[in-house]
């Protein structure tokens, strides 16, 4: 068993390396897309725009090649937007787990999803690396609640005493085996590997009325 | 003669924008493109040597960006206008814009030639400009800030209540809902936060009171 120590805290070091690679490399596709891709889009719109003027009206074909353009780099642009809506480079690892989380919830639009929350999270529960997953569980959590399944109300809490942090997300859209149905391994998975880092334990349940309700509990010790 | 063409200044880090809305408004004799520059310090001290009408300014600059720009331009030159031209349409970016940087306008990237035009125009003489997707994101970040905290029960933490009432302890609560005692402990101390309540019977008295637990006819 003591020989086994080493090797246990050898794999948590080496799987915090790769937890903190994943989010850097995160970060530089979201510069990558916010930062350059998107401001190429909207040079060549302004360039092809500025070549319509040199086009006569009553050029038809080349017109409506322009507009095919124009719609085109619009989709790219709006696609880009939609991937990276709810993405901020302010993040647990920069500014904490209770300012990143409220950032993230004050950025959704109430009008398509109200949210309730509280959090109360003793700073510094989990070390960097695991309060990042837990947001990143958060965060999938509630796009799966936007994207999927047609929420239009969500309540999220954090709580926490001696023992552990619990979290719970509810949302009023079409539950959880539904959405399951629909939409197998979506963020599932990914959810499911960083609870076994997190040695915690995680719970999906779906309300009389629909709803899906989530349910983790990390262990503090 | 004095010109009445409309001096402008764009401030971009990409110079790819820069070049392209200067390809966007080339042709239109009554703007006059003064000065471009991909650094914003650097365009604060030329504009001392230029009489800029409008400044065309991106938002997410990497050494000062577009807010402080902004609020360092209406503070040196009150007389410029400001149009903010962004990827971003946040409603706290935005809004921490119009609010501290007193800016005159804020249009998205992706704008059409005719709507820039407008916007520009419109800012020159006098009148203000946000295109409809920015006055969007920015009435969702008003309402986000009004909301009031009311108490809001979700539909498990009713049904929770309801067994509550019923004298089950949480083991059976758990088993009834398929959960973890755990869980249903969370969400026990939510509902006693949410209702204001620290007992069971004051929390059935709530329940009761705002119709959540129906009485016996």
């Avoid at chain 2, 804020?106 to 059409?112: A, E, P």
Wanted: aromatic share 6%; hydrophobic share 40%; proline share 2%.
């Amino acid at each position: 068993m003591d020989n086994q120590i080493p090797q246990l805290q050898e794999a948590l070091v080496a799987s915090r390396a790769v937890l903190g690679t994943y989010e850097v490399e995160r970060a530089k596709m979201l510069a990558l897309l916010q930062d350059h891709l998107t401001q190429y889009l909207s040079a060549i719109k302004m360039n092809v725009l500025a070549l319509e003027t040199y086009i006569p009206l009553e050029q038809n074909e080349p017109n409506q090649l322009l507009g095919k353009i124009k719609g085109l780099i619009d989709e790219s642009f709006n696609g880009i937007k939609r991937v990276t809506r709810f993405e901020n480079a302010r993040t647990p690892l920069n500014i904490g787990f209770y300012a990143a989380l409220n950032l993230f919830l004050r950025q959704i639009d109430q009008r398509i999803l109200k949210i309730n929350s509280f959090i109360d999270y003793p700073q510094n529960a989990f070390d960097q690396y695991s309060e990042m997953l837990i947001f990143r569980i958060i965060q999938e959590l509630i796009n799966n609640a936007i994207l999927h399944s047609g929420a239009n109300y969500l309540d999220i809490t954090v709580q926490s005493d001696k023992e552990a942090v619990s979290v719970i997300v509810e949302d009023d859209g079409c539950g959880f085996e539904q959405f399951n149905d629909k939409t197998k391994g979506r963020g599932i998975d990914i959810i499911l590997c960083r609870m076994v880092y997190l040695k915690g334990t995680i719970e999906w349940s779906t309300s009389k009325q629909g709803g899906t309700i989530v349910a983790f509990h990390l262990p503090l010790h | 003669m004095v010109s009445n063409r409309i001096k402008i200044a764009i401030v971009d880090d990409h110079q790819i924008v820069i070049d392209g809305i200067v390809a966007l408004l080339n042709g239109h004799q009554e703007l006059e493109v003064v000065a471009m520059d991909t650094s914003a310090q650097n365009m604060l001290l030329r504009m001392a040597d230029l009489k800029v009408d409008l400044l065309l300014t991106d938002i997410m600059m990497p050494e000062m960006n577009g807010h402080d720009f902004a609020t360092a331009v209406r503070k040196k030159y009150p007389e410029t206008k400001i149009l903010a031209l962004s990827m971003s349409g946040q409603g706290e970016l935005v809004d921490g814009m119009i609010n501290q940087a007193d800016i005159n306008g804020y249009v998205l990237k992706n704008i059409s030639k005719q709507e820039l035009l407008n916007a520009i125009q419109k800012i020159a003489s006098g009148g203000i400009y946000f295109s409809e997707e920015v006055l969007n994101e920015l009435a969702a970040f008003s309402q986000t800030r009004k909301e009031e905290e009311k108490v809001q029960l979700t539909v498990r933490e009713k049904e929770i209540i309801q067994l509550m009432e019923k004298e089950y302890s949480n083991k059976q609560i758990a088993d009834e809902l398929f959960i973890s005692e755990r869980t249903v402990e969370t969400h026990r101390k939510n509902i006693f936060r949410k209702t204001s309540t620290n007992s069971v019977l004051g929390l059935i008295k709530y329940a009761y009171q705002h119709k959540i637990i129906q009485g016996l006819n």
